[in-house]
């Protein structure tokens, strides 16, 4: 059953780069199971209009972080706090807790019997502790990459770098409760989602 009486069970999904957490997501969403979406919370809490955004703009420089349209310019954020940890900590104070509070509010408004909570750094932002289970989306890293490169038409060695930001292969295994393994076509990883699926219905209703 959920974690707290009374509330939807909460099953958290992520992945390392390239692994197809989106595309198991999307096989969720086509069961009928709502989806909160990490990175678009993340999106929303800096808005424009929105407070964050005018910190954000404060610190940095409006003409610099700020598109023409108002909007975050946030391939210049990127670049900002890359290489300087104090703006990276300084951003993360300023955003983990509203982006926390936003997937609340959203996961109180989800649908029984359970909803996913979709975020590629679940286990690196300890969002997991709003989860009942994990559901790790896994590939072998050879394979991460190789999607990668050909989804985002990018070099290895910038997908490496984001690899290497993120927890090992096997500290997400072995944090997750659930793996599905996405080494081979999407039909093989759709049949595992719909088992998962069953599984979780049978768990939570």
């Not at 957490?21 to 678009?40: P, Q």
């Not at 954020?77 to 959203?106: C, G, T």
């Not at 690196?124 to 502790?129: D, G, L, S, V, W």
């Amino acid at each position: 059953m959920a974690a707290v009486p009374g509330k939807v069970a909460v099953v958290g999904i992520t992945g390392g780069i390239g692994s197809g957490k989106t595309a198991a997501t999307d096989r969720f969403a086509s069961h009928g199971i709502d989806i909160v979406d990490a990175d678009l919370m993340s999106r929303e809490v800096v808005k424009p209009g929105m407070p964050a955004l005018v910190a954000i703009a404060t610190r940095f420089g409006a003409d610099r972080i700020l598109l023409e349209d108002g909007s975050l310019n946030r391939r210049e954020l990127r670049h900002i706090i890359f290489d300087d940890a104090e703006h990276k900590s300084w951003l993360e104070a300023l955003l983990h807790p509203l982006i926390r509070q936003e997937i609340m509010n959203r996961l109180q408004a989800c649908k029984p019997p359970y909803c996913l909570l979709s975020s590629p750094l679940l286990l690196e932002t300890n969002q997991q502790k709003m989860c009942d289970r994990i559901l790790l989306i896994d590939a072998p890293e050879q394979l991460q990459l190789d999607r990668t490169q050909r989804r985002d038409n990018t070099s290895a060695d910038a997908v490496k770098a984001i690899m290497a930001s993120q927890l090992t292969r096997e500290q997400r295994q072995s944090m997750a409760d659930d793996i599905i393994t996405n080494d081979s076509d999407l039909l093989s990883l759709h049949a595992a989602v719909d088992k998962q699926h069953k599984l979780y219905l049978e768990h939570y209703s």
